[in-house]
């Protein structure tokens, strides 16, 4: 069965979970911010959508980062790094891509996780 998280925008989720596997997307709750904290703000996010439904960070096997400047790349790397952790075992394979955002949003993050079933 598949099982659906509402968020705030109708017609999409913010999570979705099927068998073992959870698929989650974010963007900072403030956009007034940098980089930096809206990276905080969104991994954050992440994190709350992940143990919603039964995972966690150290659990994510692919991650999609989307920013609007990719100038701002490195400052990016340093609030990951710092979020994901210095074990590599729970280091995912991650894309990072410059795209056009809406508005003030600097960052947007999806990512698929693995959950005990």
């Known amino acids: 069965m598949i099982e659906r998280k509402a968020g705030i925008?109708?017609?999409?989720?913010?999570?979705?979970?099927?068998?073992?596997?959870?698929?989650?997307?974010?963007?900072?709750?403030?956009?007034?911010?940098?980089?930096q904290q809206q990276t905080?703000?969104?991994?954050?996010?992440?994190?709350?959508?992940?143990l919603e439904l039964g995972s966690d960070k150290s659990r994510i096997l692919s991650a999609q980062v989307y920013i609007a400047n990719m100038a701002d790349k490195p400052l990016m790397d340093a609030v990951w790094k710092?979020?994901?952790g210095p074990d590599p075992k729970h280091w995912?394979?991650?894309?990072?891509?410059?795209?056009?955002?809406?508005?003030?949003?600097?960052?947007?993050?999806t990512v698929t996780a693995a959950r005990e079933q």
């Open 82 to 84: 710092e979020w994901i």
């Open 40 to 50: 905080k703000l969104t991994l954050d996010t992440i994190q709350e959508n992940l």
């Open 9 to 35: 925008y109708q017609g999409r989720s913010k999570s979705s979970g099927y068998k073992d596997l959870v698929w989650t997307v974010a963007t900072s709750a403030d956009t007034s911010v940098g980089i």
């Open 92 to 109: 995912p394979q991650r894309a990072c891509l410059g795209v056009d955002l809406e508005g003030d949003v600097l960052i947007e993050v």
